[in-house]
């Protein structure tokens, strides 16, 4: 067994079908500063589509030339994931994806007042803008989902009325958005169960303004939701996305719900996006994080040898790797352990002199000891 959060969770599991629609190359982009040209969003598309994801949003191609030419690029490329576009309500958008001979597409439309209002829109437009964009796109072989933009923040009876006008008007799936992030994972449940009075299948779109975009995935899963959007680390706009990785990782280790996500590819994608991207990430962070599998306190080197007493889950099962590293926390047993993988061979006196001397170098560095400077300490 590669997961070990004991039986606290088990009354709580729940069975679901659950795929996951990837926005990394669409949304996760809109992340302040994040440029990928087209060849780039090529390779990322591979790796999602390598990874177990079943659907990926290429892009919205009228947005920018290179946001042209890597939906054509993505779409023509043969994967196994379903290729979808991303179109505004507005027929030219739809017309874009209808060139480029993209068959699924989402289309998104602004619901909230505060949206409508800040755009000048009033609700009666809207609904003839979804009416028209939904149809128009179902006429030319396009599978549509309706995206409500800011649909947390939307009048319920307005909610209502722009979900069912674009049912009516051909689309098949639908999906629930949290724009701005502010949604608790109850008030996220109870509209996924809502929504599905519609008798499409529901998707949910989080973001993580709140830190509750995993959190809200999850509750939307168990109120019905069959797919759910997020990126690679959860890059995205202010706080970013829901992260696909985490999702997928929660559903498994805490609810038993699988999924076809490869957990083994998601660090590996996730630095290749990372590098691509050109930021940084917080070493901590759940699934990715440089530090999950690495150990500097003594009191836990004490434990190494035995992963289910100190990891939540196996380093391979998220194709990590377990280290132990040296600083000011480190222990006897931290000293042992580095000093048997580098091959030296130290008294228990030399190991209690070493420790001090590696304690004193992380407290003077304010940071870790390296193997070199390890390995010189150990010949003083």
């Known amino acids: 067994m590669s997961i070990w959060t004991g039986e606290i969770n088990d009354s709580f599991a729940f069975e679901a079908e659950v795929g996951f629609y990837d926005t990394t190359l669409r949304d996760g ?17 591979h790796g ?7 659907r990926i949003e290429a892009g919205f191609p ?38 480029l001979g993209v068959q699924a597409s989402v289309i998104e439309s602004p619901i909230s007042d505060l949206k ?8 009666e437009e809207m609904l003839r803008r979804i009416r028209e964009a939904v149809a128009y796109a179902v006429e030319n072989g396009i599978k549509v989902a309706y995206f409500g933009v800011d649909s947390t923040r939307a ?38 169960e809502r929504t599905q009075k519609l008798g499409v299948p529901v998707h949910f779109h989080g973001h993580n303004d709140f830190g509750l975009a995993t959190a809200n995935a999850i509750a939307a899963v168990r109120a019905g939701a069959q797919w759910i959007h997020g990126t690679i680390n959860g890059m995205g706009e202010r706080a970013g996305n829901a992260n696909i990785g985490e999702v ?24 290749h996006v990372r ?23 003594g009191a836990v080197a004490s434990q190494f ?26 222990g006897i047993d931290s000293i042992r352990i580095k000093a048997e993988e580098l091959g030296l061979n130290l008294s228990d006196d030399q190991q209690r002199e070493l420790l001090d001397a590696v304690k004193k170098l992380g407290a003077q560095k304010r940071g870790l000891v390296t193997d070199d400077e390890f390995r010189a300490l150990a010949q003083i």
């Not at 302040?32 to 598309?45: F, N, R, S, T």
């Not at 307005?158 to 979900?163: P, R, S, T």
């Not at 280290?323 to 000011?328: A, D, P, R």
Request: aromatic share 6%; hydrophobic share 45%.
């Open 29 to 45: 982009e809109q992340t302040v500063g994040v440029v990928l040209d087209p060849q780039q969003k090529l390779e990322i598309a």
């Open 48 to 54: 999602l589509a390598e990874g177990g994801v079943e």
């Open 62 to 99: 009228r947005v920018s030339r290179d946001d042209w030419d890597a939906v054509k690029l993505i779409a023509a490329a043969g994967m196994s994931a379903e290729i979808w576009g991303f179109s505004r309500a507005v027929r030219a958008d739809v017309e874009a994806l209808v060139e």
């Open 116 to 123: 409508l209002e800040a755009l000048g829109v009033a609700r």
């Open 155 to 192: 009048d319920p009876d307005f909610y209502d009325q722009a979900y069912e006008a674009a049912v009516g008007a051909g689309a098949t799936e639908v999906v629930v958005v949290d724009t701005i992030g502010v949604a608790s994972p109850d008030a996220v449940h109870a509209l996924v």
């Open 248 to 271: 997928a990782l929660a559903l498994r280790g805490l609810y038993g719900v699988e999924t076809k996500l490869d957990l083994a590819r998601m660090r590996e994608l996730g630095e």
């Open 275 to 297: 590098e691509l991207s050109g930021y940084e990430l917080e070493p901590w962070k759940p699934l990715v994080g440089e530090n999950l599998f690495r150990r500097e306190s």
């Open 305 to 330: 040898h035995d992963p289910p007493a100190i990891e939540p889950y196996s380093s391979e099962l998220v194709g990590a790797e377990r280290s132990i590293v040296l600083g000011k926390k480190s």
